[in-house]
């Protein structure tokens, strides 16, 4: 599936071909005295692709809900990460640190858990978890939660 900024690629790259059409099709239709229904037609197309380009936009600025995470230990020190399923998510970033707000991605899955088995005895690590849609829009990061492993 295409990515956003696929997307926008593709619709600049529309736009600047209609752009380079228009110019053509009004220098021919001037010559011919038929300019002002040219440029009818290129309105339209143009208001076409404006209106594709703000649906490109409002998925950017829609991304997936945040979860809502919950995280235990384990007789072992594995840590396991839960949480509810988000609307339009295909899977989800799960995020570690050594220090409150030090995140940084650990893994992906379409699971609705994690179980972090690399963790060390006594250590305390803070965990973040994110949607992402099929398009790769990520959501926004979960509250963070802290376990000691």
């Avoid at 001037?30 to 594709?52: R, W």
């Avoid at 007789?75 to 970033?93: D, F, R």
């Avoid at 005895?121 to 990520?138: H, N, R």
């Amino acid at each position: 599936m295409a990515t956003v900024q696929t997307i926008n690629d593709k619709l600049d790259a529309l736009s600047a071909d209609v752009d380079r059409v228009a110019a053509l099709a009004l220098a021919d239709e001037a010559e011919e005295g038929n300019g002002a229904a040219t440029q009818a037609q290129v309105d339209a197309i143009d208001s076409k692709v404006a209106a594709i380009q703000a649906k490109v936009a409002a998925i950017q600025d829609n991304p997936p809900a945040a979860p809502s995470i919950t995280a235990s230990a384990d007789a072992n020190h594995a840590v396991t990460l839960n949480w509810a399923s988000v609307p339009e998510a295909v899977s989800y970033n799960v995020k570690r640190g050594n220090a409150t707000g030090a995140e940084i991605f650990l893994s992906n899955t379409a699971a609705l858990s994690f179980t972090d088995s690399t963790t060390v005895a006594g250590t305390l690590y803070f965990y973040m978890v994110s949607a992402v849609e099929a398009d790769g829009a990520e959501g926004k990061n979960s509250a963070e939660v802290s376990v000691t492993a």
